[in-house]
């Protein structure tokens, strides 16, 4: 009886000591369990998806066509490359501007002022704004014929121009819409990199005579690089896949003539207006792979700035 | 030490069956099968919407349900019936779409309920009262999928000020309207003299009654492309020399009627044809700065004749997933009686109920040269506005492409080759 009641005892004690030594794992496998299922399911079927036919009506029967929808996409000269282009074209742009505007801003935020808070309040304004209403609130003010902008502008004597009416001029003016929107973004997260900085170096630069430029570009720049990489990764996987501006600003498709259309405003159309979702899921795939190159990369280089 | 690690285990391992038994809880909220009083309504932003909203106090009260309304934009409503409807989802019970647009794809898809029976069953209600040409559009296959609920024509919205500052009269033919633009954007240089949907979808429904009064339309008598025809052609560079020419100054390519309307609205252009359904967006004093000088008049004659569209443009269908087909069909019973679609047509929106248009009261609100356009588009009007297969939106796309080079300045005859491949393509792979 006594050597029952003990085994039982010990038999609790083995499981509660176990669960003990594993707690770390035990309370993260709920979350684990989620995300790779919420991640890793949608995954593999929108892989699977983009070897089919699937199209029309997501019960409908689709045929197993292997590399065909690849074939298609990598070779469409009309939507998909072009589209690249556009991608990579605002990806870059609006990171280059973020960053030099951002960093600028966190530099000139960084020392203490009279008034700083209210700054700060303010220079976050636009980070808090939905990316819809920013969208359509861009889009009035820039409207070629009832908009403010060029009502100013006809009334300093420059004609009116077509923002985000004109071919050539509506990419250009999202990503002035974007920079406005995300900067603050970068500011804060350059910002943060910065006050984590030790002051000895500058002080000991300041006390050798370099100028405040040198200082910059010898000094704070390579201590802060970490940071700059991890903001430029966090922006520019965002940047990426840009979305919400890009609709409100332009509608469906990204204009009669797909002026703005990025990748993932593309998908977006093969999937909802087309209702081809193994062409979607394809251009999906592709996008997925362009992206992780990227992260890849910058991770690469900020692990060789780290060592 | 180990007493307080096994505690603290077991707290957490009950803390999370609670959360997981709450978070399930609240998902299961609705849905059995014996049909809810709850009647859950998906409708577009539309005068009418605003109309029935107003409305359902009472019939929540004579009927005892209780109707959850979701409203959206159609291009947001559009994206939301895609994927809701494709995944078989029970949330939606009573849905307004629009006959033409999705009606053949989702028809196809089986997303519909057939209401044969339950519209045939009520003679109070009366199926037979509806206009042939929206009750076609709204059957398949020979079952009533749908039950038409707005109608609407083009016509020509025009500035009565302008008008008579020029001297002119309002424009009866094409040319006059062009001729007319002409004089008044050059008499007064900021504001056009025409305005129209510019953006490649959307304009295709406006454009197409330029195209079938020029004499053509998307497809010939054997069903084959048409809109590389002669007067497709014609009517192509007619309107988007219209725009071009006499538009607003740095028009954008991607306005739909929202855009377009708020620049006549804001006084901005001369003359503007748009689905007269939307006609309370220009005489409202809330929404329209030149609400007290808008005038309307029939869509102006090309050389075939003044042939505006007359289509159904909006419809109630009931999903076919939903559990609660009884409740909804009461809801649809109310929403399209006799009353409601009087009330409505006071309200400002043509319905589809031959009865309702055989009662002048039902037009007593509108303006008074509205109401006579309107009289005159229905007996002439063409019963489509777009091309009529099930992948509405890659044929929109398709035959709006050279509305949009035109607009530019673009050359159309190469613009319309392209169009009509296309085209065919979308026609070739549209199941029979």
């Known amino acids: 009886m006594t050597s029952a009641v003990t085994t039982r005892a010990a038999q609790r004690d083995a499981l509660s000591h176990w669960a003990n030594k594993h707690r770390r794992w035990l309370f993260a496998l709920p979350a684990m369990t989620f995300i790779v299922c919420l991640i890793a399911f949608p995954v593999v079927w929108t892989a699977w998806l983009s070897l089919t036919d699937a199209s029309g009506s997501v019960r409908a029967e689709s045929t197993f066509v292997g590399l065909k929808n690849y074939g298609d996409i990598l070779t469409d000269t009309h939507r998909f490359w072009p589209a690249v282009g556009r991608t990579i074209s605002f990806t870059v742009v609006v990171l280059f501007f973020e960053m030099l505007f951002g960093l600028g801003i966190a530099l000139l935020l960084w020392r203490p002022f009279r008034g700083e808070k209210w700054v700060r309040i303010?220079?976050?304004?636009?980070?808090?704004?939905?990316?819809?209403?920013?969208?359509?609130?861009?889009?009035?003010?820039?409207?070629?014929?009832?908009g403010p902008v060029n009502r100013l502008l006809v009334a300093v004597g420059i004609p009116?121009?077509?923002?985000?009416?004109?071919?050539?001029?509506?990419?250009?003016?999202?990503?002035?819409?974007?920079?406005?929107?995300?900067?603050?973004?970068?500011?804060?997260?350059?910002?943060?990199?910065?006050?984590?900085?030790?002051?000895?170096?500058?002080?000991?630069?300041?006390?050798?005579?370099?100028?405040?430029?040198?200082?910059?570009?010898?000094?704070?720049?390579?201590?802060?690089?970490?940071?700059?990489?991890?903001?430029?990764?966090?922006?520019?996987?965002?940047?990426?896949?840009?979305?919400?501006?890009?609709?409100?600003?332009?509608?469906?498709?990204?204009?009669?003539?797909?002026?703005?259309?990025?990748?993932?405003?593309?998908?977006?159309?093969?999937?909802?207006?087309?209702?081809?979702?193994?062409?979607?899921?394809?251009?999906?795939?592709?996008?997925?792979?362009?992206?992780?190159?990227?992260?890849?990369?910058?991770?690469?280089?900020?692990?060789?700035?780290?060592? | 030490m180990s007493m307080v690690s096994r505690r603290a285990v077991l707290a957490a391992a009950g803390g999370l069956v609670a959360a997981a038994t709450v978070g399930c809880s609240a998902n299961t909220g609705g849905g059995d099968s014996g049909g809810s009083t709850t009647v859950k309504v998906t409708m577009a932003n539309h005068v009418w919407t605003e109309n029935v909203k107003k409305a359902i106090p009472e019939f929540e009260k004579a009927s005892g349900l209780k109707i959850e309304i979701t409203q959206l934009a159609e291009d947001q409503l559009s994206d939301q019936y895609n994927v809701k409807l494709n995944a078989g989802t029970s949330e939606i019970d009573v849905m307004m779409y629009r006959p033409l647009q999705e009606g053949r794809l989702f028809a196809?898809?089986?997303?519909?309920?057939?209401?044969?029976?339950?519209?045939?069953?009520?003679a109070t209600w009366n199926l037979a009262d509806f206009q042939a040409a929206p009750i076609a559009a709204t059957t398949y296959q020979g079952k009533v999928v749908g039950v038409p609920i707005i109608t609407e024509r083009e016509v020509?919205?025009?500035?009565?000020?302008?008008?008579?500052?020029?001297?002119?009269?309002?424009?009866?033919?094409?040319?006059?309207?062009?001729?007319?633009?002409k004089a008044i954007k050059a008499a007064n240089p900021d504001v056009a003299g025409f305005v129209a949907r510019t953006s490649k979808s959307p304009a295709v429904t406006q454009f197409s009654s330029f195209l079938y009064s020029m004499g053509g339309d998307w497809v010939d008598a054997s069903g084959k492309a048409a809109v590389?025809?002669?007067?497709?052609?014609?009517?192509?560079?007619?309107?988007?020399?219209?725009?071009?020419?006499?538009?607003?100054?740095?028009?954008s390519t991607d306005m739909s009627w929202p855009e377009a309307m708020a620049i006549f609205t804001q006084g901005k252009a001369a003359f503007y044809t748009e689905a007269d359904s939307l006609y309370k967006n220009a005489t409202d004093?809330?929404?329209?700065?030149?609400?007290?000088?808008?005038?309307?008049?029939?869509?102006?004659?090309?050389?075939?004749?003044?042939?505006?569209?007359?289509?159904?443009?909006?419809?109630?269908?009931?999903?076919?997933?939903?559990?609660?087909?009884?409740?909804?069909?009461?809801?649809?019973l109310w929403a399209t009686s006799k009353e409601q679609t009087l009330a409505q047509q006071k309200g400002g929106i043509p319905g589809a109920r031959t009865s309702v248009w055989a009662d002048a009261d039902g037009t007593s609100s509108y303006p008074k040269d509205l109401a006579e356009a309107i009289a005159a588009s229905t007996k002439g009007g063409v019963d489509h506005d777009r091309p009529i297969v099930a992948q509405?939106?890659?044929?929109?796309?398709?035959?709006?492409?050279?509305?949009?080079?035109?607009?530019?300045?673009?050359?159309?005859?190469a613009s319309v080759e392209t169009a009509v491949k296309a085209f065919q393509a979308v026609l070739d792979t549209e199941k029979k």
């Open chain 2, 108 to 122: 196809q898809n089986k997303y519909f309920a057939d209401l044969t029976s339950k519209a045939k069953a009520d």
């Open chain 2, 392 to 413: 509405v939106v890659k044929a929109r796309e398709a035959v709006g492409q050279p509305i949009v080079d035109s607009i530019k300045g673009s050359d159309v005859t």
């Open chain 1, 160 to 307: 009116a121009q077509p923002w985000l009416a004109g071919e050539f001029t509506a990419l250009p003016t999202t990503m002035f819409m974007d920079i406005w929107q995300w900067t603050p973004m970068v500011t804060l997260i350059l910002l943060a990199g910065l006050t984590s900085l030790s002051d000895e170096p500058q002080e000991a630069a300041r006390v050798d005579g370099a100028s405040g430029w040198q200082t910059l570009r010898w000094i704070t720049l390579p201590m802060l690089r970490p940071t700059l990489i991890v903001a430029l990764l966090l922006r520019g996987i965002d940047a990426l896949k840009t979305f919400d501006i890009l609709i409100a600003a332009k509608g469906k498709g990204g204009g009669s003539f797909n002026e703005v259309e990025t990748l993932n405003l593309y998908a977006y159309g093969l999937s909802f207006d087309y209702n081809e979702y193994a062409l979607s899921s394809t251009v999906l795939i592709l996008f997925f792979v362009i992206i992780v190159t990227c992260i890849f990369l910058l991770t690469r280089k900020r692990e060789e700035s780290a060592s």
């Open chain 2, 228 to 251: 590389n025809s002669d007067a497709a052609k014609k009517a192509y560079a007619f309107y988007g020399g219209l725009i071009k020419n006499y538009g607003p100054a740095n028009v």
């Open chain 2, 156 to 181: 020509l919205y025009y500035r009565k000020d302008l008008l008579q500052k020029a001297g002119l009269s309002v424009p009866k033919t094409l040319d006059e309207l062009q001729a007319a633009a």
């Open chain 1, 122 to 146: 303010a220079i976050l304004m636009p980070l808090v704004a939905t990316p819809v209403a920013v969208g359509m609130m861009w889009r009035l003010i820039f409207d070629p014929s009832i």
């Open chain 2, 285 to 332: 004093p809330a929404k329209s700065k030149v609400a007290d000088t808008v005038g309307f008049a029939v869509f102006p004659a090309g050389p075939a004749g003044s042939k505006p569209y007359n289509i159904p443009s909006w419809a109630l269908g009931i999903n076919d997933a939903s559990k609660n087909q009884a409740n909804a069909w009461k809801f649809i």
